[in-house]
């Protein structure tokens, strides 16, 4: 049955897999220059860089990402701080192995991030997801249509000086079929799509041919606890579903402060 499902419906979704691109948000210093990627399948993304402007730099400062607008307004307080954790999370991760990402903005460069859109997971149709894809597995997830939800972010490079070297404007919202897991948490997509925003980050920002590094030792990242959650890969086998506190790392590392 499972497999039947996707093939019935995949004639009219793959022709709307990628997530349309949402109006500049006034997020950004200066959204000139910003150009849409056309390799990308699933996510909307526009980003502009001074390749050479970015090969300067070295050292960078990560601003706390900020709501935008009315952003994460159908969700609570705790859940808009959770996707906000989340976004510094992965973008951390991506441009630490980039930069060298310090503790201070005196005399660094500047990353700002901006969360423009949290769009709401539909919890009872996650539910009946999960129970399907446990009960008759296969590759892949089938998701009821009308309930994923997703994230959209913006981000900019600034120089020492101030000037715009690099931005991304970045908007995903989780597939029907695909990979993205179903959640009982109302921003469960909105998190998952935290780490290709911070992946699309590093690679917006990032100067031709600067490749990825090793993880620094200490990790500039360690506040948010391990890079890598094996008890969220365990959970989403056992249970069919994204849970955010296994897999988010969402207790602060005691060590780290």
Do not use: H
């Not at 996707?6 to 349309?20: H, I, K, R, Y």
């Not at 959204?31 to 402007?53: K, P």
Request: charged residues 20%.
């Amino acid at each position: 049955m499972k497999r039947l499902i996707p093939l019935a419906l995949t004639g009219g979704l793959v022709t709307a897999c990628q997530t349309a691109p949402l109006a500049d948000a006034g997020f950004l210093s200066a959204y000139d220059g910003l150009t849409a990627r056309d390799d990308t399948v699933r996510a909307s993304i526009r980003q502009r860089r001074d390749d050479a402007a970015a090969g300067a730099i070295e050292r960078v400062y990560l601003e706390p990402a900020v709501l935008v607008g009315d952003a994460g307004s159908q969700v609570s307080e705790a859940d808009r701080a959770l996707v906000l954790r989340e976004v510094d999370r992965q973008v951390c991760y991506e441009v630490s192995e980039r930069f060298t990402v310090v503790q201070t903005p005196d005399g660094a460069a500047r990353v700002r991030t901006g969360v423009i859109q949290i769009n709401p997971t539909g919890q009872a149709g996650s539910g009946v997801s999960a129970v399907a894809n446990v009960l008759i597995p296969g590759p892949g997830t089938f998701r009821v249509p009308g309930t994923t939800g997703g994230l959209a972010a913006e981000a900019e490079l600034l120089a020492p000086s101030g000037a715009q070297v690099a931005a991304l404007a970045w908007a995903r919202n989780a597939n029907v079929v695909g990979t993205d897991t179903p959640s009982l948490s109302r921003v469960g997509d909105a998190l998952q799509m935290a780490e290709p925003f911070g992946d699309a980050v590093g690679d917006a920002i990032a100067p031709t041919g600067r490749e990825a590094r090793p993880i620094p030792d200490p990790d500039p990242c360690a506040r948010y606890g391990p890079r890598t959650q094996p008890g969220g890969f365990v959970t989403r086998l056992v249970t069919g579903l994204y849970v955010p506190e296994v897999n988010t790392g969402a207790r602060e590392d005691p060590e780290a402060e």
